[in-house]
DNA sequence: CCGTTCCTTCGACGTCCGTCGTAATATGGC
DNA sequence: GCCATATTACGACGGACGTCGAAGGAACGG
């Protein structure tokens, strides 16, 4: 409250000390948060939240995109009137050693393996 | 249906491969199950499912070991009245590389760090 | 047999989370 | 200023999951 009209459009990333595991795991337990984490990994670079491939409404992808960005799978920032995402791939290490790499590259896995017909 | 009257008390674990990255993440995604998998690790060997200190009833936990077993992260058998309880180490990682290990090393330290007052 | 112990099955209930549409805000270009 | 674009905030809804208690089956020891 008391915040002034004009938002300046910023955009906090929360430590890494402050996520816990139960955060970590539940990010990446819903199937479209690990699609935006398997497009992020094969993209290589940074995204715009509009470029996403994503089955759901704009809203949810917005829900979905704070979820990864407090469990600090992803960091955000506005470049214009877009938001750029991008993997935070070494700091979650020091406090889940091997765990987020290991998740990437199965949600990378899971992806690019979908030709899987039986 | 069919069904002898007396059922033998057989439990099937199932394959790694039939095991989904969905299924794997859902199933540590819950703190009670994530104790079960830290105690057993803690432990070193199996233990019955008497033997768990879980903060619910029995068959709540019932259905949180069916989970586990159904994910693999556990095998479980009858061993006279007891069912024993034991973590599947390497079998998932043929599938999910390094990501099982990951999760159970982050469960013990959950659990073990748990003295942290600030 | 009979009782005890151990675990499971079955409904039922409550809550949390993913989903949406609509309305609103910020930026950039004209 | 004004419009178009990109994203967010706000309620609301529905389904899924964790939870429980009560009843039941299985093994072991008398």
Same mark, same amino acid.
């Given at each position: %409250?008391?915040?002034?009209?004009?938002?300046?459009?910023?955009?906090?990333?929360?430590?890494?000390?402050?996520?816990?595991?139960?955060?970590?795991?539940?990010?990446?337990?819903?199937?479209v948060?690990r699609s935006v984490?398997?497009?992020?990994?094969?993209?290589?670079?940074?995204?715009?939240?509009?470029?996403?491939?994503?089955?759901?409404?704009?809203?949810?992808?917005?829900?979905?995109?704070?979820?990864?960005?407090?469990?600090?799978?992803?960091?955000?920032?506005?470049?214009?009137?877009?938001? %750029?995402?991008?993997?935070?791939?070494?700091?979650?290490?020091?406090?889940?050693?091997?765990?987020?790499?290991?998740?990437?590259?199965?949600?990378?896995?899971?992806?690019?393996?979908?030709?899987?017909?039986?």
């Amino acid at each position: %409250m008391a915040r002034p009209k004009t938002t300046p459009r910023t955009v906090d990333n929360p430590s890494v000390a402050e996520v816990t595991l139960q955060q970590l795991l539940e990010a990446v337990a819903d199937p479209v948060r690990r699609s935006v984490i398997a497009q992020l990994a094969l993209a290589g670079h940074g995204l715009s939240c509009g470029t996403f491939d994503l089955p759901v409404s704009r809203s949810t992808a917005t829900h979905h995109f704070n979820v990864l960005r407090e469990a600090c799978v992803i960091s955000q920032h506005y470049q214009g009137t877009t938001k %750029m995402n991008t993997l935070r791939p070494d700091d979650l290490d020091a406090r889940f050693p091997g765990l987020l790499r290991a998740v990437i590259d199965s949600c990378v896995r899971e992806t690019t393996q979908v030709p899987e017909a039986h």
